[in-house]
């Protein structure tokens, strides 16, 4: 049995990061918000770097409650299409040429997300993490937190089921 080489690690590092900030960088919402991803294989944290336009009550000063549920729900629908996209940026079928043309793949639509406020987002950068508890072909349900100094002091999490896009088109 003949089995080709495998690729240097810097060309999947390079695969795999092309393909985040595509992903990322395709949405012009999450652009906006300037959340960005930090990658560690295959695990995703979200980053909201602080900025004054985010801040909702000038006088705590905390960061705005719809923000907060933007930055748990981008990261929960990035961590499932990213989950969902793994195979192929990893057998290299993944085509991030095409999506920086801005042909995205479909993403997840969300059916329902319930977020948890546990207290006051602080004027500064804020991250989150999503956990995927089931994903099948048509339906997932995650599960995101999101602290800012401290993982373990959350200031506010979220669950959420989505509808997954159909892979075959």
Do not use: C
């Not at 072909?137 to 995101?144: E, G």
């Amino acid at each position: 049995m003949i089995r080709k080489p495998p690729e240097p690690v810097q060309i999947v590092k390079q695969r795999r990061d092309d393909a985040l900030a595509s992903l990322v960088h395709g949405v012009p919402y999450i652009k906006w918000l300037g959340i960005e991803f930090d990658r560690r294989g295959d695990e995703l944290t979200a980053i909201l770097p602080f900025a004054d336009k985010l801040i909702g009550n000038p006088f705590l000063p905390a960061i705005h409650g719809g923000v907060t549920a933007a930055f748990l729900e981008v990261t929960a629908i990035i961590g499932l299409s990213w989950a969902m996209l793994w195979d192929e940026i990893e057998d290299g079928r993944f085509d991030a040429e095409a999506l920086a043309q801005g042909q995205m793949p479909r993403l997840p639509k969300t059916i329902d997300f319930t977020v948890d406020y546990l207290r006051s987002g602080l004027p500064r950068d804020a991250y989150a993490r999503a956990q995927i508890n089931r994903s099948g072909r048509r339906y997932a349900s995650v599960r995101v937190e999101a602290w800012q100094d401290n993982r373990d002091r959350a200031f506010a999490q979220a669950t959420g089921h989505f509808l997954m896009p159909d892979r075959d088109r």
